[in-house]
């Protein structure tokens, strides 16, 4: 029967797939200029909710949900991780000059984000099916928190990573985080599209705007936000 890509997959998984695109770039551009793979790392999140908004609508597939999950393992898992790697052996050196234990640790240290990521989404396809059950960060929420925080002035790469620690353990920390709804989504798309744009202006408004929300919703979510 073959694959039969063009009639199964969707105008959402297309959407999906250039999000996993957008991520991939956004790791291999960090090696060269970390700002603006954090500023994809941002546009791959605005292609994460266009997805969902389109499926929603009706135009999803039987295969979409698990192109979702594998794609936000590798622009909201294994991309931050990356970014993470890039800037702490920038600061304290790689493999060819790092003393290795050094460097063991600093692979540890970056590499959290993605294992907790990857246990999480794997544990949402196997344990999870009631829309009601969301315990743990998502992923996006940790990967919009480190991308506006680099953007907004916080570019010490051990600060960065030890609150990618913290976010890491908060993906599989027992705490329901709802989904927002679209009456908070939509603006938030808009500040965090600023973010992408125009990340300097004003004395930049954009990421530490999205970054002071993200933090509110990252504390405050699990107990205070109705959800959807």
């Known amino acids: 029967m073959g694959f039969e890509i063009r009639r199964r997959l969707s105008l959402a998984d297309t959407v999906t797939l250039f999000n996993a695109v957008v991520?991939?770039?956004?790791g291999a551009?960090?090696?060269?200029?970390?700002?603006?793979?954090?500023?994809?790392?941002?546009?791959?999140v605005i292609a994460d909710a266009v997805d969902g908004i389109v499926a929603r609508n009706g135009d999803s597939s039987a295969v979409g949900p698990l192109l979702d999950s594998v794609t936000d393992v590798v622009s909201f898992g294994a991309t931050p991780s990356l970014f993470l790697y890039v800037l702490l052996t920038n600061a304290y050196g790689?493999?060819?000059?790092?003393?290795?234990?050094?460097?063991?640790?600093?692979?540890?240290?970056?590499?959290?984000?993605?294992?907790?990521?990857?246990?999480?989404?794997?544990?949402?396809?196997?344990y999870f099916?009631?829309?009601?059950?969301?315990?743990?960060?998502?992923?996006?929420l940790g990967s919009i928190i480190i991308a506006t925080a680099y953007l907004s002035g916080v570019t010490d790469p051990l600060v960065l990573s030890v609150g990618a620690l913290g976010l890491s353990l908060a993906m599989v920390a027992p705490f329901d985080y709802p989904k927002p709804g679209p009456?908070?989504?939509?603006?938030?798309g808009v500040v965090q599209a600023v973010a992408v744009v125009a990340p300097a202006a004003l004395f930049r408004a954009g990421p530490r705007a999205m970054l002071g929300i993200a933090l509110l919703f990252f504390a405050l979510g699990p107990w205070f936000y109705p959800g959807e």
């Open 129 to 140: 099916d009631s829309p009601d059950e969301r315990p743990g960060m998502p992923n996006t």
């Open 183 to 188: 009456k908070h989504a939509i603006p938030m």
């Open 23 to 26: 991520g991939f770039v956004a």
């Open 94 to 126: 790689g493999i060819e000059s790092a003393h290795p234990a050094v460097f063991v640790g600093l692979v540890l240290l970056a590499s959290a984000y993605v294992v907790c990521s990857i246990i999480r989404t794997a544990f949402y396809s196997t």
């Open 29 to 44: 551009i960090a090696f060269a200029d970390p700002h603006l793979a954090a500023r994809l790392i941002l546009l791959a």
